[in-house]
C-alpha cells in the first residue's frame, strides 16, 4: 500500500504548471508601397511629387483612407549617424492620381532617383477616424 501512495505523490509533484505565452509576431503598423516613379508630362518630371502604388489598393475610393497618413523611405547608408547605418525620408500622402489606385507622395527631401521600385512603409497614422 505504502509503494502505490507514494508513486501517486512523485506523479503528483512532476506535474508542473507550465505559463503559456502568447509568440505571435507584433502588430504591423504600416503597409506596403512600391515607389514607380514622379510625376510627369512628356517633357518634364516633377521630383518633389512621387507616385507610390500601394498594396491592395486598386481605386480611388479606397486610397482616399490613405490620404494625410506618413510615409517612410528607409535605406542604408556606409557611415553611422546616432548609432545606426540606416537612415529614413520622410513624407505624406497628399492625393490620387488617377483610377487605379496609385497616390502622390511629397517629402521633405525629393526621394533620390536610386528608389524607384523599392518599397515604402505607409504608416496607418494620423488617424482621421
Known amino acids: 500500500m505504502k509503494g502505490q501512495a507514494d508513486q501517486k505523490k512523485e506523479a503528483t509533484k512532476s506535474v508542473k504548471k507550465v505559463k503559456t505565452t502568447n509568440k505571435s509576431a507584433p502588430v504591423r503598423l504600416w503597409v506596403k508601397a512600391a515607389f514607380t516613379g514622379f510625376r510627369r508630362s512628356k517633357v518634364q518630371q516633377n521630383e518633389n511629387q512621387a507616385l507610390l502604388k500601394i498594396q ?3 481605386d ?4 482616399r483612407f490613405y490620404w494625410g497618413k506618413r510615409v517612410a523611405y528607409i535605406y542604408k547608408a556606409h557611415t553611422l549617424q ?5 537612415r529614413t525620408i520622410w513624407g505624406r500622402i497628399s ?3 488617377g483610377a487605379n489606385g496609385v497616390v502622390i507622395a511629397r517629402f521633405g527631401r525629393n526621394l533620390p532617383p536610386r528608389a524607384i521600385g523599392s518599397t515604402l512603409r505607409v504608416f496607418l497614422y494620423p488617424n482621421r477616424a
Open 56 to 58: 491592395h489598393v486598386e
Open 95 to 97: 492625393k490620387s492620381h
Open 82 to 86: 546616432n548609432n545606426t547605418k540606416f
Open 60 to 63: 480611388v475610393a479606397s486610397s
